[in-house]
């Protein structure tokens, strides 16, 4: 999965679950805020960053690194 698709389900897991907004509109406000939550927060951002997938190729882009 990209970093698009993992924040993707992330919103979909949290702000998003479970909630029928009443209209398009709502639903930008309410994607806004989750994405605002999380950004410049790397410790609420580690669910995009913590998987083995991308450690790997994070590796193979710069090898010198990787610890």
Do not use: C
């Not at 398009?24 to 999380?38: C, I, P, Q, T, W």
């Not at 927060?41 to 010198?64: I, K, S, V, W, Y």
């Amino acid at each position: 999965m990209n970093l698009i698709e993992r924040l993707w389900g992330h919103l979909k897991r949290t702000v998003l679950a479970n909630i029928l907004y009443a209209s398009l509109s709502e639903l930008v406000a309410a994607f806004r805020k989750g994405v605002r939550r999380l950004t410049g927060n790397r410790e609420h951002m580690g669910f995009m960053f913590n998987h083995d997938d991308l450690t790997r190729q994070l590796r193979r882009q710069h090898p010198q690194r990787a610890a």
